[in-house]
């Protein structure tokens, strides 16, 4: 019998709600409804022992309560994290994602995540639909005064804030190291101890690259950019000699790996039989499921520094493109070439010179 070894394939599928999403400043409560406004100081104390950390809103809810929900397939998109790691982390943007793509994560399922619970009020468009949310899995309902209740783990903004700016610096970082002409800048956003050979990373929001004056980083101590404090240490990197990209892809590969322990996937063997006039030869394939989006993104990214996604972006509009049917050499969008030679043609029209 032939064991065909070494493949391995990816399946994830995820949901959203077709009534799509909303930012809400819900009430912060216990699982079982009660608000911590109307606690006393004993019940607040005993429940910040198990829970300890209560976000503040805005928190993602459901715009409308809907059993039903929408299944996609993200991984069909390979520069689905590379896309996430670009917009820009605001409240519209992010629920602009969220209708398009659903949660991050599963909040209510996933064991990692800590959070408390929040209450949100909604008002059933009947009995017949209550009766159906009381009865779902899915829904958590309580009646108070006279008024319907919906008890959730919450979505807060800020849980996305952190993980879009995560992934959009070590992506960020990835793309600095690739060219030689930014070592300059990862120098000062990599800093280098030569005594102890131990290097930090100074995490920043991505937007804030074009506004960090690097040349006058060089030269004056006392100019510190918006960083995010404390500094990150850069594991297993104890060098002679500094190199900066190398740094850069080692802290890279320390977050791809930090951030799927904590959004993990689930990785299993399956066996696939061999046609009936093959019956010495069966294949053995390594299964990857993500667990979340985020998980799924993170996975894409690793795909990444093994080469088995190629991207790269448009010289002209910026935007990323999958190179999995272009040439190494594709340096642009062919609608992108067409405008700015048609733009170009029109200048020199009028007079102007680019």
Not at 12 to 37: H, L, M, R, V
Not at 184 to 211: C, G, M, Q
Not at 280 to 305: C, G, N, T
């Amino acid at each position: 019998m032939n064991l065909i070894t070494n493949k391995a394939k990816a399946i994830f599928s995820w949901k959203k709600s077709i009534g799509g999403y909303k930012w809400e400043n819900a009430t912060p409560c216990d699982p079982w409804g009660k608000p911590f406004d109307t606690m006393n100081d004993k019940e607040r104390k005993k429940y910040k022992e198990l829970i300890p950390y209560s976000p503040e809103g805005p928190f993602l809810t459901e715009e409308h309560l809907i059993e039903k929900q929408e299944t996609f397939y993200p991984l069909e998109n390979p520069l689905l994290f590379a896309q996430f790691s670009d917009i820009t982390p605001t409240e519209e943007s992010f629920l602009n994602w969220a209708n398009e793509h659903g949660r991050l994560i599963d909040v209510e399922s996933n064991k990692e995540y800590f959070h408390s619970f929040i209450l949100s009020q909604f008002i059933p468009q009947d009995e017949t639909s209550h009766d159906s949310m009381l009865s779902s899995s899915k829904y958590r309902i309580i009646k108070r005064d006279g008024l319907y209740y919906q008890i959730t783990k919450p979505d807060p903004l800020s849980f996305w804030k952190i993980e879009q700016r995560d992934l959009s610096f070590a992506v960020m970082l990835w793309e600095l190291s690739s060219n030689e002409e930014t070592d300059s800048k990862l120098s000062k956003i990599l800093e280098w101890n030569k005594d102890t050979r131990r290097a930090y990373v100074y995490p920043f929001h991505k937007e804030k690259l074009k506004e960090i004056d690097f040349e006058r980083f060089r030269k004056d101590e006392d100019y510190l950019p918006n960083f995010i404090w404390p500094p990150r240490r850069i594991e297993n990197y104890h060098p002679e000699e500094h190199d900066v990209r190398k740094a850069a892809l080692m802290f890279v590969r320390q977050e791809i790996n930090r951030k799927l322990a904590i959004f993990p996937l689930r990785t299993s063997l399956e066996i696939i039989e061999s046609p009936d006039d093959e019956k010495d030869k069966m294949s053995k394939i390594l299964v990857h499921e993500p667990r979340s989006l985020l998980s799924a993104m993170w996975y894409q990214f690793l795909l990444v520094q093994t080469g088995e996604i190629k991207l790269k972006r448009c010289s002209l509009c910026g935007e990323w493109e999958n190179m999995e049917k272009h040439r190494s050499s594709w340096t642009k969008h062919s609608n992108c070439a067409n405008y700015n030679r048609v733009k170009r043609a029109r200048n020199k029209k009028r007079g102007i010179i680019n």
